[in-house]
């Protein structure tokens, strides 16, 4: 590695963690470019485990000595950034309380068929905007056996900072793609086609209870989650096998999407 202090925060060299957008980090135009920014030393870690590219790191000078064994793990030359508390703050515009920050490389967009190959229970998001949802169900599907997440058009982006972040580092130990359009036709003839059974999780008079007996037997289920707002699509829940719902009392008829979905996976894991 290669240790550099910042003094001045307009320092271009960190204008990765500064002053790109989250929009010019993804570089559409340029996806073998594309980059995106881990925070807390936690989730470093992890996308060091799970091999990601480094481009460099900036750290607060305090955690300098600490982190001998994470630098360890960095390829040679590796610019490692270290600032005061105050100047990372300055950089990043918010008051800094961890203080690590790593730039890397995005990794190439995976296909629904390589996602989903020896997959037996995935998630389907469709309209999910919200990127802490998306961290918390990434999160919620790695620790209770989903093997993939599917996004459809319209969700955000799981390689933005807070989703990163809120999933422990999860969206890079899970398998996830993107769907194509026409949606939701193709990615359910799709599925169908690869054995699964497509349940929907949304509120309708012949919905099942999301713990019938017949759901944990099925050998292959996609579950659709919706947006936060006003859930499934009616043309995604037309689509299709199947409605559950969660059992609720207290006349509550639902709950955050991401909390949904933990309770969906554990009922729905394979046994």
Request: glycine share 6%.
């Amino acid at each position: 590695m290669t240790i550099i202090r910042i003094d001045d925060p307009q320092d271009q060299r960190i204008d990765i963690y500064a002053r790109l957008t989250e929009h010019q980090l993804r570089n559409v135009l340029e996806p073998q470019k594309a980059l995106m920014i881990a925070e807390s030393r936690y989730v470093i870690e992890v996308a060091l485990e799970q091999k990601m590219q480094v481009v460099s790191m900036l750290i607060d000078e305090r955690h300098l000595d600490t982190m001998s064994d994470v630098f360890n793990l960095l390829p040679e030359g590796t610019p490692v950034y270290i600032a005061t508390r105050e100047v990372m703050s300055a950089i990043t515009g918010f008051e800094v309380t961890r203080g690590y920050l790593c730039a890397l490389r995005r990794p190439q967009p995976r296909s629904l068929e390589d996602v989903l190959v020896g997959a037996r229970r995935v998630a389907v998001l469709e309209g999910i905007v919200d990127v802490s949802n998306v961290g918390a169900i990434f999160r919620s599907a790695a620790a209770l056996g989903v093997d993939a997440v599917l996004l459809a058009p319209g969700c955000c982006d799981p390689y933005s900072r807070r989703a990163l972040r809120v999933s422990m580092g999860c969206v890079l130990k899970v398998h996830w793609a993107r769907l194509p359009k026409p949606w939701p036709r193709a990615t359910v003839d799709l599925l169908h086609e690869q054995g699964f059974s497509c349940a929907a999780l949304a509120l309708r008079d012949d919905a099942v209870q999301l713990d019938d007996p017949g759901l944990a037997k099925t050998n292959k289920i996609a579950l659709f989650l919706g947006t936060e707002g006003t859930g499934l699509t009616q043309r995604a829940i037309d689509a299709c096998d199947t409605s559950v719902i969660i059992p609720m009392a207290n006349e509550v008829d639902s709950l955050n999407v991401g909390a949904a979905a933990a309770i969906a996976f554990w009922e729905l894991r394979v046994r």
